[in-house]
């Protein structure tokens, strides 16, 4: 398309029907499917996911082979689309093949190559050996993606779009919906029906503590100022975290067009996206989504030729956990060190420069297109009643399907872990789940029936924060995991406030002293005591929540804690100092292979003969364990 002044509302319509069919049917059944796909000049289209995970593990060679075995087999009716991520990344790369909706897993070059020759030519059928095995029924019969347990209990909202265009595509994304919201707003909604629909959609910030999203955008309306900014937190610092990357990555012109519409709301004409720079992928693919739009008049000038205007720059982050805190990040932005600043004022009141600022993380501005398009009573009608909506996780840790998830508000975590999720590998037993990251706690086992939303993960001790979800099995110690948590934001504080400059390190010298075996009783105490002064005094939300993994693990695991007190014990045998390795022996052959391989001689005994380790010389390095063939050699 040439370049324009301003795109009208014609020319996006024009767009929409002539790319309708190709996403119709991404979205369709098999036989539907077929019959759409004869309106459009491919005859297969072939889906391969480009997000980060799926990149890493050598997508774009799929791609390359695919485009190479297309051209040497003279197929010209098959078009290949980089998308975003799928979500079940425990399979990647992924590639699915439309009309048919067959999901190939795990694919390599030589698949690629082999799907080519024997699916993609005229006439030729599924490969079914390198299909998702969870779409193929006994029978051999086909399973859409869509029904297999992984994705049948989903309601993709913020992640609409994501696995379903190509993401470097303008028009692609315009065909799927994308500014469609837009176009709505400037031609027939006030900004105050703008706000009206998001306070009654109920949507809660879903960056971490929840705040209405609604009220966020009344309150900078509000606030007298000449100039005011609309702002989007892309700087995702909780560990294990990857759902804001993923919609970047595949659908970065969504969060371009809530912004657009927040900044019509509030009266604002500039956004920020402050966003990490360990993102290449998707600082890449948001830097071409503004080029793209600024050239169809969707971002700049006079807007679809409506009479406003709006522009957004990208400002990249070092990846310090304390930016995705509001004031430290507009700190960042302004060209500061990322510290957060005392509130009141908050940023609706006095934010970026000064000004009246909104800002929301790239998940909330997800939600805010569908919110337009299908109307706050929709939105509201999906979810819990105080927590409305889906929520998106990225499901990682000890878990057969570790990917990313969007599922209603209320969902259980039973559900999550075990259908989603497909369970613990290995038969190990679920022991808890770490939601919210560093500022959040566990959930234990005993509550696994608990519904996944704001209230309910407050009242058992934990927070939502921005969706990142740990699963933890038996094999966990649940001290050691408190302790990486706190040696995370001890080192990410910025050290402005006392409270969590030095609560964050004395807190983290009485888990590491706990774990070294050498922990008292009156320590529990006093980590209860630090821990209250923390939540207490701490500047911002880091401090404030610092403590909440510690204080989740003592309520629930304490009998774990009294364990490495008082008995000197880890149960889960994780902590090195507190593990004693042990011989049975009825079960040791007198192979000698233990006693060679100890680096310390630590283990004695004649051939075919049971062998003793001498405790008092053994560094737990666990190699005697690793090299025995019997399962003679336990630890304690």
Same mark, same amino acid.
């Given at each position: 398309?040439?370049?324009?002044?301003?795109?009208?509302?014609?020319?996006? *319509?024009?767009?929409?029907?002539?790319?309708? *069919?190709?996403?119709?049917?991404?979205?369709?059944?098999?036989?539907?499917?077929?019959?759409?796909?004869?309106?459009?000049?491919?005859?297969?289209?072939?889906?391969?996911?480009?997000?980060?995970?799926?990149?890493?593990?050598?997508?774009?060679?799929?791609?390359? !082979?695919?485009?190479?075995?297309?051209?040497?087999?003279?197929?010209?009716?098959?078009?290949?689309?980089?998308?975003?991520?799928?979500?079940?990344?425990?399979?990647?790369?992924?590639?699915?093949?439309?009309?048919?909706?067959?999901?190939?897993?795990?694919?390599?070059?030589?698949?690629?190559?082999?799907?080519?020759?024997?699916?993609?030519?005229?006439?030729?059928?599924?490969?079914?050996?390198?299909?998702?095995?969870? &779409?193929?029924?006994?029978?051999?019969?086909? %399973?859409?993606?869509?029904?297999?347990?992984?994705?049948?209990?989903?309601?993709?909202?913020?992640?609409?779009?994501?696995?379903?265009? /190509?993401?470097?595509?303008?028009?692609?994304?315009?065909?799927?919906?994308?500014?469609?919201?837009?176009?709505?707003?400037?031609?027939?909604?006030?900004?105050?029906?703008?706000?009206?629909?998001?306070? /009654?959609?109920?949507?809660?910030?879903?960056?971490?503590?929840?705040?209405?999203?609604?009220? +966020?955008?009344?309150?900078?309306?509000?606030?007298?100022?000449?100039?005011?900014?609309?702002?989007?937190?892309?700087?995702?610092? *909780?560990?294990?975290? $990857?759902?804001?990357?993923?919609?970047?990555?595949?659908?970065?012109?969504?969060?371009?067009?809530?912004?657009?519409?927040?900044?019509?709301?509030?009266?604002?004409?500039?956004?920020?996206?402050?966003?990490?720079?360990?993102?290449?992928?998707?600082?890449?693919?948001?830097?071409?989504?503004?080029?793209?739009?600024?050239?169809?008049?969707?971002?700049?000038?006079?807007?679809? @030729?409506?009479? $406003?205007?709006?522009?957004?720059?990208?400002?990249? @982050?070092?990846?310090?956990?304390?930016?995705?805190?509001?004031?430290?990040?507009?700190?960042?932005?302004?060209?500061?060190?990322?510290?957060?600043?005392?509130?009141?004022?908050?940023?609706?009141?006095?934010?970026?420069?000064?000004?009246?600022?909104?800002?929301?993380?790239?998940?909330?501005?997800?939600?805010?297109?569908?919110?337009?398009?299908?109307?706050?009573?929709?939105?509201?009608?999906?979810?819990?009643?105080?927590?409305?909506?889906?929520?998106?996780?990225?499901?990682?840790?000890?878990?057969?399907?570790?990917?990313?998830?969007?599922?209603?508000?209320?969902?259980?975590?039973?559900?999550?872990?075990?259908?989603?999720?497909?369970?613990?590998?290995?038969?190990?037993? $679920? +022991?808890?789940?770490? &939601?919210?990251?560093?500022?959040?706690?566990?959930?234990?086992?005993?509550?696994?029936?608990?519904? %996944?939303?704001?209230?309910?993960?407050?009242?058992?001790?934990?927070?939502? @924060?921005?969706?990142?979800?740990?699963?933890?099995?038996?094999?966990?110690?649940?001290?050691?995991?408190?302790?990486?948590?706190?040696?995370?934001?001890?080192?990410?504080?910025?050290?402005?406030? &006392?409270? =969590?400059?030095?609560?964050?390190?004395?807190?983290?010298?009485?888990?590491?002293?706990?774990?070294?075996?050498?922990?008292?009783?009156?320590?529990? *105490?006093?980590?209860?005591?630090?821990?209250?002064?923390?939540?207490?005094?701490?500047?911002?939300?880091?401090? !404030?929540?610092?403590?909440?993994?510690?204080?989740? &693990?003592?309520?629930? $695991?304490?009998?774990?804690?009294?364990?490495?007190?008082?008995?000197?014990?880890?149960?889960?045998?994780?902590?090195?100092?507190?593990?004693?390795?042990?011989?049975?022996?009825?079960?040791?052959?007198?192979?000698?292979?233990?006693?060679?391989?100890?680096?310390?001689?630590?283990?004695?005994?004649?051939?075919?003969?049971?062998?003793?380790?001498?405790?008092?010389? =053994?560094?737990?390095?666990?190699?005697?364990?690793?090299? =025995?063939?019997?399962?003679?050699?336990?630890?304690?």
């Amino acid at each position: 398309m040439s370049k324009h002044e301003h795109i009208t509302t014609a020319q996006l *319509d024009e767009i929409r029907a002539r790319k309708h *069919d190709l996403i119709a049917i991404r979205r369709a059944v098999q036989e539907q499917a077929e019959k759409i796909a004869e309106h459009t000049k491919y005859r297969k289209q072939v889906l391969v996911c480009g997000g980060t995970g799926c990149t890493s593990s050598h997508s774009m060679k799929v791609i390359e !082979q695919l485009e190479t075995s297309l051209k040497e087999n003279h197929i010209d009716d098959v078009i290949v689309v980089k998308t975003g991520c799928f979500g079940l990344c425990a399979l990647g790369p992924i590639m699915i093949v439309y009309p048919e909706g067959a999901f190939y897993a795990q694919m390599t070059p030589e698949h690629a190559k082999t799907v080519v020759e024997q699916h993609l030519v005229k006439g030729g059928h599924i490969v079914k050996e390198l299909l998702y095995q969870g &779409t193929v029924h006994e029978d051999g019969s086909i %399973i859409p993606f869509g029904e297999t347990p992984f994705y049948k209990k989903q309601m993709r909202i913020a992640l609409r779009n994501c696995g379903l265009i /190509a993401a470097e595509d303008i028009e692609e994304a315009i065909a799927a919906g994308d500014y469609a919201a837009l176009e709505k707003v400037l031609t027939s909604m006030t900004p105050d029906d703008v706000i009206n629909e998001m306070l /009654a959609s109920g949507l809660r910030g879903r960056g971490g503590a929840g705040f209405p999203t609604g009220r +966020k955008w009344a309150f900078a309306k509000a606030s007298q100022g000449d100039i005011k900014y609309v702002c989007c937190n892309a700087d995702e610092g *909780d560990p294990g975290a $990857f759902m804001d990357r993923s919609v970047l990555e595949g659908d970065p012109h969504c969060v371009l067009e809530a912004m657009t519409i927040a900044g019509y709301a509030i009266g604002a004409h500039q956004g920020y996206i402050y966003v990490r720079a360990e993102y290449p992928v998707a600082v890449q693919r948001l830097r071409i989504a503004i080029d793209q739009a600024h050239e169809y008049g969707l971002l700049g000038k006079d807007i679809l @030729g409506l009479g $406003f205007d709006f522009d957004i720059e990208i400002r990249l @982050g070092a990846g310090a956990f304390v930016c995705g805190e509001e004031t430290a990040l507009m700190t960042s932005i302004e060209g500061h060190r990322g510290e957060p600043r005392p509130r009141p004022p908050f940023p609706a009141v006095k934010g970026l420069f000064g000004k009246p600022t909104i800002l929301n993380n790239v998940e909330t501005w997800a939600n805010v297109n569908p919110i337009i398009l299908k109307g706050a009573k929709w939105f509201s009608s999906i979810g819990t009643e105080t927590s409305p909506g889906t929520k998106v996780f990225a499901l990682g840790g000890k878990i057969t399907n570790v990917g990313l998830v969007e599922v209603p508000m209320g969902t259980t975590l039973r559900e999550i872990v075990e259908e989603i999720g497909g369970g613990i590998p290995g038969g190990k037993k $679920f +022991k808890a789940a770490q &939601t919210g990251g560093p500022s959040g706690g566990c959930i234990p086992a005993e509550c696994i029936d608990t519904p %996944i939303d704001y209230d309910s993960l407050l009242a058992i001790g934990s927070m939502m @924060g921005s969706g990142g979800m740990i699963i933890l099995d038996e094999d966990t110690c649940m001290v050691d995991i408190a302790k990486f948590y706190l040696e995370f934001t001890a080192d990410e504080s910025c050290g402005k406030c &006392t409270p =969590c400059r030095i609560g964050t390190k004395r807190l983290l010298q009485l888990l590491t002293k706990i774990t070294e075996g050498k922990g008292e009783p009156e320590d529990l *105490d006093k980590i209860e005591e630090l821990a209250a002064h923390m939540k207490q005094s701490s500047l911002c939300a880091l401090g !404030q929540s610092a403590p909440n993994p510690v204080l989740s &693990t003592l309520r629930y $695991f304490r009998k774990e804690y009294e364990e490495h007190i008082l008995e000197k014990r880890c149960a889960a045998g994780v902590c090195k100092a507190l593990m004693t390795y042990y011989v049975i022996p009825e079960k040791c052959k007198g192979c000698t292979l233990c006693a060679r391989n100890c680096p310390v001689k630590a283990i004695s005994g004649s051939v075919k003969q049971p062998h003793v380790i001498d405790t008092s010389k =053994c560094v737990k390095c666990g190699l005697c364990m690793a090299n =025995c063939k019997f399962g003679a050699i336990v630890r304690k």
